[in-house]
Structure formats: C-alpha cells, structure tokens
C-alpha cells in the first residue's frame, strides 16, 4: 500500500529553521514526482516545492526561492523540506505528496500533514 508519512513540523520563531521528512513505503519512489505542498487556515492548498523523479530537478514556489530546499534520500525513501529563515507567513499545515507524471490528482498520494507555526 502506497503511503507517505510526515513529521517534523511545530512551533518555530520568526527566522528560525525547520527541517520536515517524508517517509515513503509501498512504490518506487524513483519513478514519482515528489513534492510538498502547504495549506494555510481558510486557504487552498498550494504547491511549495517539487522534484522531478530520479531528483533530475527541483522547482519552488517564488515565495519560498532561496529559503527552502527539497532534498532526498533513496536509501530511505524518505524526501525533506529544509526551512530556513522562516516568516509567519509560512504558517500552515504542510503536506507530503508522491504522484507519476501526468496523472490526473484523483491518483495522486497524500501524507496526513503535519503543522508548522512561526510566530514570537
């Protein structure tokens, strides 16, 4: 069964860091695109970052450029978003999201999310 776990979110100070996991079981994780996404109270989810399978490439939302970095590791199948910098603006639940390209978003795998706070 396909799954993604999250963990590593909380409650961080303006210009602090945070480092969040994904762990993958159940496919190849190779062969997805892995991403994450955020979702902010009263707001739609929205792409943060993305890495093309195989870790060819990486894009990023202009609001998280040069603050944020997606990274992975295959051994454990487990992909992370480095936070730095972080602005209460970046509050909201942050999800985990592994999908094949070109498939539509009912088939795309979710994490259950986990929370991030920046606040003083």
């Known amino acids: 069964q396909v799954q993604l776990v999250e963990s590593g979110g909380g409650l961080v100070q303006p210009g602090g860091s945070l480092r969040l996991s994904c762990a993958a079981s159940g496919f190849t994780f190779s062969n997805y695109v892995m991403s994450w996404y955020r979702q902010a109270p009263g707001k739609e989810r929205l792409l943060v970052a993305l890495?093309?399978?195989?870790?060819?490439?990486?894009n990023y939302a202009d609001s998280v450029k040069g603050r944020f970095t997606i990274s992975k590791d295959n051994d454990e199948n487990t992909i992370y978003l480095q936070m730095n910098s972080l602005k209460p603006e970046d509050t909201a639940v942050y999800y985990c999201?592994?999908?094949?390209?070109?498939?539509?978003?009912?088939?795309?795998?979710w994490g259950q999310g986990t929370q991030v706070t920046v606040s003083s």
């Open positions: 890495m093309t399978p195989g870790g060819g490439s990486t």
């Open positions: 999201n592994a999908r094949r390209s070109g498939t539509p978003p009912q088939y795309w795998v």
